[in-house]
């Protein structure tokens, strides 16, 4: 039920528009309210009079309405739903929230809002294929939008593929999920991400190929849940997800001390590939060329992070979940490695470089628990991560 819910339904230009009419009947069935906003391009396919009586509601159209900003800014109407829903969600409403642009009322809306999004797209198969379209999505996605099909099927344009949006009740049930509260809400979720950075000296460093894009993922994935996420990140090339604590470090003792310092938590899932060594004492001046001659460098072991974690005596989380990297014999190398360091799980993943996984967009994983191992197939670091945000969820209920 939605009942005393409202939703800002922002009304996209295309064929489909004629679907969200039935949308608002839908969610008003359930006892939200709708509030509608059409686009320009929307009111080629559908009127505000039919989309005002079908929602019982004033139609908000323009961004320069005078009567409209007495009554109530846009500003205020951002941020009066509880959800804002984009149906149809077109190629050209999806650049313009990825780009950050407001030139008209919906996009303004969109930029100005603090409330979580939900895009229905709905458009032809080449522009939902098309690469712009498609790293718009990326965008949006690491951004926490949520995003409601689209449906592959026979479109209007006369072409079949991926493009056509979601049906109503789909669009509801996505709302319905968006609004409840999640498993994890109130959980306190510990992650860590990215590389670690050892300097050598004040320019050179030690590091290794891990773009974070796993540990992201995770820390999205348990937000989305309600969890309240602390990021513990190394300089990775993805970006931190919204909605959590972000705490960045360059080093290994640095990750322990922010890992330490954000304690006690309910849950920590160690995703960085922390370097095993440091310099035993980096140099503070540049190290020069000596006559041909090449330096020696003298390594120190780095704390374990994960196994300090989970060997806690006291105030240890209730869930601590380890990575293991491995090139070889995958399987045993990770419940051996589960063993020494005394985590309850280990997510264990084959990194050679023909796997193509580590920087790559996808894994295959292999959870190594009590309950036994569990070989999950290959899949984008996305579905990795909502399948594992769930299972934290179900062992932290
Ligand atoms: N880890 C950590 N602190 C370290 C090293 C690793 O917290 N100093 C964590 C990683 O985040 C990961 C797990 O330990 O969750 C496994 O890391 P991995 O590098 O695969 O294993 P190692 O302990 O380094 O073992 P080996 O080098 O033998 O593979």
Not at 231 to 240: E, I, K, L, Q, Y
Not at 288 to 306: C, Q, V
Request: glycine letters at 8%.
């Amino acid at each position: 039920m939605l009942s005393g819910k409202r939703i800002l339904l922002i009304i996209g230009g295309g064929i489909a528009a004629f679907k969200a009419q039935d949308l608002i009947r839908r969610l008003r069935e359930r006892g939200a309210e709708v509030i509608p906003v059409l686009t320009k391009a929307a009111e080629e396919f559908v009127t505000p009079l039919s989309v005002s009586a079908l929602a019982a509601q004033k139609v908000y159209r323009d961004l320069f309405d005078l009567t409209d900003e007495a009554e109530m800014g846009h500003i205020e109407l951002s941020r009066s739903a509880d959800l804002v829903v984009v149906a149809p969600a077109t190629a050209d409403l999806m650049a313009k929230m990825a780009g950050g642009l407001a030139n008209d009322l919906a996009s303004t809306l969109l930029l100005a809002t603090d409330k979580r999004v939900l895009l229905a797209p709905a458009m032809n198969v080449r522009m939902w294929e098309h690469p712009a379209t498609q790293r718009n999505l990326a965008t949006l996605t690491a951004d926490g939008v949520l995003i409601v099909g689209p449906d592959e099927g026979d479109m209007a344009c006369g072409e079949y593929g991926p493009g056509r949006m979601s049906e109503p009740l789909a669009i509801v049930a996505a709302v319905e999920a968006a609004l409840a509260d999640g498993p994890l809400k109130g959980k306190h979720v510990l992650v860590t991400s990215g590389p670690t950075h050892e300097p050598i000296d004040p320019v050179r460093y030690i590091a290794n190929r891990s773009s974070g894009a796993q540990g992201a993922a995770i820390a999205r994935a348990l937000a989305a849940l309600g969890a309240d996420v602390t990021f513990v990140t190394g300089p990775a090339d993805v970006d931190p997800p919204s909605g959590v604590s972000v705490i960045r470090i360059q080093t290994a003792q640095e990750m322990l001390g922010a890992v330490e310092a954000s304690l006690p938590a309910d849950g920590a899932i160690f995703a960085a590939a922390v370097a095993d060594w440091r310099m035993a004492s980096a140099s503070d001046s540049k190290i020069k060329k000596k006559n041909g001659k090449t330096p020696t460098l003298e390594f120190a072991e780095n704390p374990d992070i994960l196994a300090t974690i989970a060997q806690m005596k006291a105030g240890r989380p209730q869930l601590v979940v380890g990575f293991a990297a491995e090139t070889d014999d995958v399987i045993a190398n990770a419940t051996a490695k589960r063993e020494r360091k005394g985590c309850d799980w280990i997510v264990a993943n084959d990194v050679s470089p023909e796997t193509g996984i580590m920087g790559g967009v996808e894994n295959a994983v292999t959870v190594i628990s009590n309950e036994g191992v569990e070989s999950w197939p290959r899949l984008s670091k996305d579905q990795v991560a909502a399948k594992l945000a769930a299972r934290i969820a179900e062992a932290l209920s």
